[in-house]
């Protein structure tokens, strides 16, 4: 169903119970009403009675009331119906309890085929006895009369529900035009514009055409990183596709074993460096993707020491690669995945390793709520003008800081999206050592 069926629905449902309910409080009240009234109507008639009485005259009663006196005993003295004053014996229609109760002011009613509501008030004659004034009247059609009340009340109901329910139907299509207006002009938004937000517009849907051209911005934006990113992708990996094509060509047009040789040297290294693309391009594609591995408690020190042994490995001797822990980290924990840990320190590592002269230092720090590793190395350095960028993907710096090539730029890139989406940090700075300061930063595991 739409919405507006559904709210119509959902508000009628609740009008018509609120009318039915009102409807049955009404009906269970019409005859209470209906006995007041006559109650008034008698207590004016008693009244006037009463004083007839008083000053020793017959009371005489109006059209449809009757009016009567008796002895405190309850027997006939005046029945104004017949004139008698001297008719004598009980009252055949009040029954000696009942007496006693109009004795008391307390209006009561005699059941039958045709029951009569009695009032009574005790008062005293011209005589000096006490003589006790009744007036009643008949209760005949009143039952009738409550459920005559109750049946309009009920029909009153569902048409008032029925009237709500079109009310409601044309308000809430009132209220959704704006709605619609501007599903049809998203529906012919060209690419770069945005939902117009006419000033007359309700504030709710204000917000909402404002989340929605924050929204079609952020698209755009996606859209924007990653039309760059792929033609860069396409880039880097054109470079090495076509390296391996043209040393190919050349060992098939060569075929003398020691260019072979040389020429398989040049395809293992352009397909290793290949390899190593893709495989930045694949982890990055998993964090744009938002996989994100179970956090675990990870030794920062351990890590750190298994990433300086293959740094070692891979380098030689020369540059040299250090390893300091602080006296406070010698169990530096850190929240996030053991590979994860691992990818950002052989990046860092090997991003050093292409930049220093003579050496690398590697240093594990801990706090109160964090836990980082440092790098530093002592070649050129990083220019201040490219450390706001120096994490974007395949951004390179392009000066003589290098001593050796190969990177695609997007090992720092990496780096900062494993540690970013745990949380932390990564930054860039001038060491101590003469070049660049690396720090990567995790919250600390609890």
Not at 61 to 75: F, K, Q, W
Not at 277 to 284: E, I, N, P, R
């Amino acid at each position: 169903m739409s919405l507006r069926l559904r709210i119509t629905l959902q508000a009628g449902a609740v009008t018509l119970v609120c009318l039915l309910g009102l409807a049955w409080a009404a009906s269970q009240g019409l005859g209470l009403l209906l006995t007041n009234a006559r109650d008034t109507e008698m207590g004016i008639v008693l009244d006037a009675a009463a004083s007839d009485v008083i000053a020793g005259r017959t009371p005489v009663a109006p059209d449809g009331l009757e009016v009567r006196v008796l002895d405190t005993a309850g027997a006939v003295v005046v029945d104004e119906n017949d004139g008698d004053a001297d008719a004598p014996g009980t009252d055949p229609d009040l029954t000696p309890e009942q007496v006693r109760t109009l004795k008391a002011g307390i209006p009561t009613t005699t059941g039958g085929a045709q029951p009569v509501r009695w009032h009574g008030t005790v008062v005293t004659a011209p005589d000096g006895s006490q003589r006790l004034v009744v007036a009643g009247t008949s209760l005949v059609g009143q039952r009738a009369a409550e459920l005559s009340g109750a049946r309009w009340l009920l029909v009153t109901a569902l048409a008032g529900a029925a009237v709500a329910g079109v009310a409601i139907w044309f308000a809430v299509g009132s209220a959704l035009r704006p709605v619609a207006r501007m599903r049809q002009s998203v529906r012919r938004l060209a690419p770069g514009t945005r939902v117009e937000v006419p000033d007359a517009t309700a504030r709710e849907l204000r917000a909402l055409a404002d989340d929605f051209n924050v929204l079609l911005d952020r698209a755009d934006a996606t859209t924007e990183r990653l039309r760059r990113f792929t033609g860069d992708a396409a880039h880097e990996l054109r470079s090495p596709v076509t390296s391996i094509r043209l040393q190919s060509e050349v060992a098939v047009a060569n075929p003398d074993p020691e260019i072979s040789q040389e020429v398989h040297e040049d395809v293992l290294a352009d397909a290793v460096r290949l390899s190593a693309l893709l495989d930045g391009l694949l982890a990055l594609a998993r964090s744009d993707a938002g996989e994100l591995p179970p956090s675990d408690d990870v030794d920062l020190v351990g890590e750190a020491r298994a990433a300086v042994t293959r740094a070692r490995a891979a380098l030689g001797a020369e540059p040299s690669v250090q390893l300091t822990v602080n006296a406070m980290a010698s169990e530096a924990w850190a929240s996030a995945a053991h590979t994860e840990i691992e990818l950002v320190l052989d990046n860092l590592l090997r991003n050093a390793s292409r930049y220093t002269r003579t050496r690398i230092v590697v240093s594990v720090l801990a706090g109160q709520s964090s836990v980082r590793v440092l790098v530093d190395d002592d070649g050129a350095g990083v220019p201040r003008e490219h450390r706001a960028k120096i994490f974007d993907r395949f951004y390179r710096v392009a000066d003589d800081r290098s001593r050796t090539s190969g990177g695609a730029g997007l090992g720092l890139a990496l780096v900062a999206a494993l540690v970013g989406r745990r949380g932390g940090r990564v930054t860039v700075g001038d060491s101590p050592e003469g070049g660049a300061r690396f720090t990567a930063i995790w919250p600390r595991a609890h």
